[in-house]
C-alpha cells in the first residue's frame, strides 16, 4: 500500500483456544477453515458448461435409446424378397415393396431390412416400374432379416440410468446426456469466487516504477481458485481507502455483481490504519474466524464470514505470503464448500537440518534433490522464484527438522503428485 497511516487497529476477535496474539496454529487453521463450510447445495447447470462437475443426481433414460428404429446405411428399406417396386420414401411397405433411406433414417412400418447402396440397382421392369434388384456382388442372402437396421432401445431402455449421481462429467457424458435430450443437469455445488485485489501502488501492466509493484496475483489467482475447486469469478482492483473496501465488500453488489460464496482479497491484512481487511469485516456485521495464523509467510492471514453467509479470504499483499495462505485457509475452505476431503497432506523425508523457529510453523517450498526434500532459495515473503521451481511445500514445527526426518507436506495445486520423479524422466 501506498504511505500507511501508522496508527495501529485494535485486535478484533481474539477469543477462547487462540494463541495470547490471537493467532491459530497452522493446523488449528486449516481445520477451522474446513469446518466453517459446509457443501453447497446442487444447482442446475446448462449443458454446455457442466464438462467437469460432479452430477448430483442420476441421469436416466426419459425414452428409449435410439427412440426409433433407424438405417444404418444409405440404400434402401425392403420388405420380402427383391426386387422390389421402389415406393415412395418414408410410406409404410408391403412385401415386394422398396423405398430409399438415408443412414439415421426412419425405418418405416412393413421394413425389414436395409438393402445398402453398394449392393443394389435401380431398373425398370416391362411395366415401366422402377425396380430395385442386386447388384452383382451383393453377398449371397442381402439383406438378412434386420440387417443394417439400429433397433429402437438397443443402447437403453427408458428409465434405465445413463450416468450415474457421483460421476465427474467428461465430454462423452455431455454428448450423452445431449443424445438422451437432456438440456440441463444437476451437479453438485462449487464455490464462486470473486477475487478484491487491493493496493493503489500495485499495477496491472507493464515495467512497474519505483513505489510500484506488478500485480502478482490478476493474472494466476482465477486458476489457482479453480484448481482448488472453486469457480474463479470477476476480479476486481481497488486502491487502499476503506470507503473502497466497504464497498467491494460490502452490501452494495455494483463492484462486484452476483454474490460469490466467496471473497478472496489479497493486501491490507497488517495491522496498520491503512490495512482494512479486519475492520471491513467488522463493519459490515461479519465475524472474524481466523485472525492471523502462526506460520510464516503469511501470518496475518485472516478469513471472516458476512451476515449473508459469504466467507471472505485475507490474503497478505506479499505474494509467496499470500499463496501460503490461499493453500492453508482457501484450500480446506473450497473443499469443503465444493463436497471435496480437506487437501492431504504426507510426509516427506527432509533433506536438510532446519534450525527452530520461535513459534511458527514455517512453510518451505522444496524440491526433490535424490528423494529427500531439499528447500529452495528465493523464498522471502514477496518472492516467487523459489516456488516457481518448487516440487511442493513443507509444512516445517517450530521445532525444525533433522536430515532424513519425516515432515508433513502438500502438493501444489499444478503439480499434484507429492513424490520425487522418477529415475530417468
Ligand atoms: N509492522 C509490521 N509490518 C508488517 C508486518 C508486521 O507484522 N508488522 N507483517 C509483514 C508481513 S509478514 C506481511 S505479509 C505484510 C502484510 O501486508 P498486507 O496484507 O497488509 O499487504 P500490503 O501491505 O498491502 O502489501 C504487502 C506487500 O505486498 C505487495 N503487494 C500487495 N499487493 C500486491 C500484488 N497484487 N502483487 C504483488 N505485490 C503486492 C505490496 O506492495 C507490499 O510490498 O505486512 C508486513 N508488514
Ligand atoms: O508473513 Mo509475511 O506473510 O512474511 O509476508
Known amino acids: 500500500m501506498v504511505a500507511p497511516a501508522l496508527q495501529t487497529v485494535d485486535r478484533p476477535g481474539k477469543d477462547n483456544g487462540r494463541a495470547a496474539h490471537g493467532e491459530l496454529t497452522w493446523d488449528d487453521a486449516r481445520r477451522l477453515a474446513f469446518d466453517c463450510a459446509g457443501p453447497l447445495g446442487p444447482e442446475s447447470m446448462p449443458l454446455g458448461e457442466a464438462t467437469g462437475r460432479t452430477l448430483a443426481a442420476d441421469v436416466v433414460a426419459l425414452q428409449e435409446m435410439p427412440h426409433y428404429a433407424s438405417s444404418a446405411m444409405d440404400g434402401w428399406t425392403v420388405s420380402g424378397d427383391g426386387p422390389w417396386v421402389l415406393t415412395e ?21 412393413g421394413a425389414q431390412a436395409v438393402l445398402r447402396v453398394e449392393s443394389g440397382r435401380l431398373g425398370t421392369n416391362a411395366a415401366g416400374q422402377v425396380m430395385l434388384m442386386l447388384r452383382e456382388g451383393a453377398s449371397p442372402g442381402e439383406p438378412r432379416p434386420g440387417q443394417h437396421i439400429r433397433k429402437s432401445g438397443e443402447e437403453s431402455a427408458a428409465g434405465e440410468v445413463l450416468i450415474p449421481a457421483g460421476t465427474t462429467l467428461n465430454p462423452a457424458h455431455i454428448a450423452l446426456a445431449a443424445v438422451a435430450g437432456f438440456d440441463q443437469l444437476t451437479v453438485r455445488g462449487k464455490p464462486l469466487v470473486k477475487m478484491l485485489v487491493t493496493g493503489s501502488e500495485v499495477v496491472a501492466a507493464r515495467l512497474p516504477a519505483p513505489g510500484q509493484v506488478r500485480d502478482a496475483f490478476g493474472p494466476q489467482l482465477s486458476t489457482v481458485i479453480q484448481m482448488l475447486g472453486g469457480t474463479p469469478g470477476p476480479l476486481v482492483r481497488i486502491g ?180 520425487p520423479p522418477l529415475a530417468g524422466s
Not at 410410406?91 to 418405416?108: D, K, M, N, R
Not at 484450500?331 to 480437506?342: F, M, W
Not at 518472492?383 to 516440487?391: N, P
Request: proline share 12%; hydrophobic share 45%.
Open 240 to 419: 487502499d481507502s476503506y470507503e473502497e473496501w466497504l464497498t467491494a465488500l460490502g452490501a452494495s453488489e455494483a463492484p462486484m455483481g452476483q454474490w460469490p460464496d466467496v471473497v478472496v482479497t489479497t493486501g491490507g491484512t497488517g495491522r496498520s490504519g491503512a490495512d482494512h481487511f479486519r475492520n471491513a469485516v467488522l463493519a459490515l456485521g461479519g465475524r472474524l474466524l481466523i485472525d492471523g495464523i502462526a506460520m510464516r509467510p503469511g501470518h496475518p492471514a485472516a478469513m471472516g464470514k458476512l451476515p449473508n453467509g459469504r466467507f471472505v479470504v485475507g490474503l497478505p499483499g506479499n505474494p509467496l505470503a499470500a499463496l501460503m495462505a490461499l493453500f492453508t485457509v482457501g484450500g480446506p475452505l473450497l473443499a469443503a464448500l465444493g463436497h471435496q476431503p480437506i487437501p492431504g497432506i504426507s510426509p516427506v523425508p527432509c533433506g536438510t537440518i532446519i534450525d527452530a523457529h520461535r513459534a511458527s510453523t514455517r512453510l518451505m517450498p522444496f524440491r526433490w534433490i535424490q528423494d529427500l526434500a531439499a528447500p529452495v532459495d528465493y523464498t522471502g515473503p514477496g518472492m516467487m522464484r523459489g516456488l516457481a521451481t518448487a516440487d511442493g511445500v513443507m509444512v516445517v514445527p517450530s521445532r525444525g527438522v533433522q536430515p532424513g526426518e519425516p515432515v508433513p507436506a502438500f502438493a501444489l495445486p499444478w503439480r499434484p503428485e507429492l513424490r
Open 89 to 109: 420414401a418414408g410410406q409404410p411397405l408391403h412385401s415386394g415393396e422398396a423405398s430409399p433411406v438415408v443412414t439415421g433414417g426412419v425405418i418405416p412400418p
